[in-house]
């Protein structure tokens, strides 16, 4: 089992940036893959930023060139910086990780990002 606990959402004006974490916790050697997924009200859940299998990181084309996401093994912890915020980008933002042999998919609780003036 992986648990995973997503902070740092929040509300932030049009232009403006915030830093979403990650910890997981549990079977974290296990851990084959993590990304981060959103889901605006009304909307299906998409991928906004994963490893791959070869150890880069794909990024959906709307958030290319303003968010990064990066992963520091020594915290166990995933992060997704946000830049140059839009309000389309105002959603649950969601951490993932595939794990073990079965590709067992975990999910954080969600945190939400509000891009508003």
């Known amino acids: 089992q992986v648990q995973l606990v997503e902070s740092g959402g929040g509300l932030v004006q049009p232009g403006g940036s915030l830093r979403l974490s990650c910890v997981a916790s549990g079977s974290i050697f296990s851990i084959n893959a993590m990304g981060w997924y959103r889901q605006a009200p009304g909307k299906q859940r998409e991928l906004v930023a994963g490893?791959?299998?070869?150890?880069?990181?794909n990024y959906a084309d709307s958030v290319k060139g303003r968010f990064t996401m990066s992963r520091d093994n020594a915290k166990n912890t995933v992060s997704l910086q946000m830049n140059s915020l839009k309000p389309e980008d105002t959603a649950v933002y969601y951490c993932?990780?595939?794990?073990?042999?079965?590709?067992?998919?975990?999910w954080g609780q969600g945190t939400q990002v509000t891009v508003s003036s």
């Open positions: 490893e791959t299998s070869g150890g880069n990181i």
């Open positions: 993932n990780a595939d794990a073990n042999y079965y590709h067992d998919t975990y």
